[in-house]
């Protein structure tokens, strides 16, 4: 799960995507901008007074993502655990299997070795989709 959300948030940073584009909020240290999180985000898209314009700006609200994601990933995503990390790939953007996206599922298994190795577990096989 780790490995799938670090992918999708670029490293838990994006808060939007806009046309297939993750939009990143910046950090300023020094009076330098960097592409990296921000501790104080500005939330102009789920600010308090702000009217809700479709369904996916309601989703992309902090509280409403984080609720859709799981209940995604434990109808979706779940029973295909005992299948290895590829069928996770698979049930989460099977469009970038066989070909379709193969940077993408490759980054997906760098940070899915990335935390079995923090966590002290092996990754098993079947590792791609």
Known sequence: MFA???HATGHFCNIEVIN???RKVQKKRNGRSRN????NPIQDDCSPGKDLQSPSELVGTPTVSFKTSLWFWMN???PVLNQGF???IRAINGIEC??????AVNERIRYYRYYCRQLGVDPGSHLSC
């Open 4 to 6: 799938h959300f670090t």
């Open 20 to 22: 297939g584009r993750s």
């Open 36 to 39: 990296d999180c921000d501790e």
């Open 76 to 78: 979706s995503v779940r």
């Open 86 to 88: 590829g069928a996770t």
């Open 98 to 103: 066989n070909g379709g996206n193969s940077d």
